[in-house]
C-alpha cells in the first residue's frame, strides 16, 4: 500500500494503476485516490471540519458541501466544535475515513479502517464501504486483520503470509470450497475420535482439546452422540457449523502468522 501511494520506493517490480504504471502522470492518478495508511494524522488544535477543509484545497472539485457529507458519513456531523485533540481513537479513525473519500474518489486504500470503533461503529464503516462500492463503482483496497469483517464485504481476498501473496481467491469460489462440519465438545476428543472411527467408520474429523469436528458429507448427528455417551464420554456441546475465513487462512499458511 504504501508503495502505491509512493511512501516507499519499489526494489522491483512494478505497479500498475488505473491500467498504467504508477509513476505516469501522477498528480493525475493521486486525485483518483483516496487512503488511509496507518494512525490518520490532523492538527490537533483544529475541529474536524477545519481539518477537512484544509486537506480539500489540495484537491480538485471538493466542496464545502462534500466535506460536510463526508462528516455525515462517518457519524462527525454533530462534533464541529471539538478539536482534534479531544477525539478518542475511534473518533480519529473516523475523520480519517472522511478525508479519504470526501473527493470521491475510484479507488480506497484503507489500512486496518476499523481499529478503535465500536461495534455500532463499524457496522456503519462496514455498510458504507459497500454501498460506495456499489453505487459508486469505487474499488476498495482494505488491509485488515478482522477477518470476520472482511468476510462480510470482500469479493476478493489475498493472503499474505511472510511478505509474500499465498493465494488470491475470488469471495464466491471460497464459499465454494469451505466445508460443513459438526463439532462434538466432549471429555475425551481422543478417545471420541477412536469410537467414531472403529463403530461409524469416521475418516475425516479434526481435534482441537476438548472437540472433535466431523467433515462428512452426509452424518447422523443424534447417532454419533448416542454412541459417545454409550462408550461413557460426556458430551456438553453439539454444533453444525461451517468452516469460515480464519480457518481458510490458518489451513493455507499452516497455523502461522499472518504479516
Known sequence: MKMMLQLVSPTAGKIMMFGKDHREQMKDTYQK?????????????????EN???????RKNVSKASVKHALEVVGLDQEKKKPF????????????????IMHEPELLILDEPINGLDPIGISEIRQFLCELSRTKGTTIFISS??????????????????????????????????RKYVAFTVSDALSAAKILENQCNVRDYDIQDHMIKIFETEFNVGYFNQILVENQLVV???????????????????GGGIA
Open 145 to 178: 486483520h478482522v477477518l470476520s469483517e472482511i468476510e462480510q464485504i470482500a469479493d476478493m481476498i489475498g493472503v499474505i503470509n511472510q511478505g509474500k501473496l499465498v493465494e488470491e481467491v475470488n469471495m464466491k469460489e471460497l464459499h465454494k470450497r469451505k
Open 52 to 58: 477537512l477543509e484544509i486537506l480539500a484545497r489540495f
Open 236 to 254: 456438553t456441546g453439539i454444533n453444525t457449523c461451517e468452516d469460515n475465513l480464519e480457518n481458510y487462512f490458518s489451513e493455507l499458511i499452516g
Open 85 to 100: 485533540s479531544d477525539y478518542s481513537l475511534g473518533m480519529k479513525q473516523r475523520l480519517g475515513i472522511a478525508a479519504a
Open 33 to 49: 485516490i483516496g487512503s488511509i495508511i496507518e494512525t490518520p494524522g490532523f492538527y490537533t488544535n483544529l475541529t474536524g471540519q
